[in-house]
Structure formats: C-alpha cells, structure tokens
C-alpha cells in the first residue's frame, strides 16, 4: 500500500511540476484545437526540460526544478553579435558561470556520436 501512495505521491509532483513550470494549464484560446495545440507544446517543452535535466546536466545541477532550468538556462539575456564569418552571443554569467554551461554543451554533443568520415 505505502509503495502504491509513493508512486502515486511522485506522479503528482510531476503533474505540479508542469503546471507551474511549464504553465501547461494556461489554454486561453477560444477554440478546443487552438488549446489541444497549445497543450501538446507545452507537452513537448516539460519533455525537452526533462530529457535536458536527465540526460544532459552536470552532476552539481541535476537536481535542480524544471523552473530553475527555464529560469537559469532558457530564459538569459543575450546579446547577438554579428560580424563577417561568424556570430556570436554574449550572456550574462549572472545565473549559470561559463565552465557550467560549458560542460552541459558538452554533455549534449556527447549524446549523438560523430559523423563518420566521407
């Protein structure tokens, strides 16, 4: 029985999670399709939130909320430069230091293997 009330327990801190993370509750279109279509994006934006948090987070931030991920990681002021070859964005190192937010990029290139050789 405590075994069944912990599973049920976890799976409403999941669904808390998406309302106040994700805002999945917010459907204010007028018609049923636009709110079906708004709901399955923010499906797709809480399972992108938690594929980055398991798969690609360093061990000293894996535990943090899906709000502290849209709030340190996804929500950053940028500033693009633009010159001839390249451009380049300039963040702010208020919420995430750069080594930090180097080793996620890392850990996302990790996840698909190399191309091969032509």
Do not use: D
């Amino acid at each position: 029985m405590v075994a069944f009330y912990n599973q049920r327990g976890t799976a409403e801190q999941w669904i808390k999670e998406g309302k106040n993370a994700m805002k999945w509750t917010r459907l204010s279109c007028c018609s049923f399709a636009g709110n079906a279509v708004r709901l399955q994006l923010h499906a797709l934006a809480y399972n992108l939130a938690n594929f980055m948090r398991t798969l690609a987070l360093p061990e000293a931030v894996a535990k943090w909320s899906l709000t502290s991920l849209r709030e340190k990681l996804v929500k950053i002021g940028a500033k693009i430069v633009t010159h001839a070859r390249y451009v380049t964005f300039q963040m702010a190192e208020v919420a995430v230091p750069r080594g930090l937010f180097e080793e996620i990029l890392r850990l996302i290139a990790e996840l698909r293997p190399p191309p091969s050789p032509a």
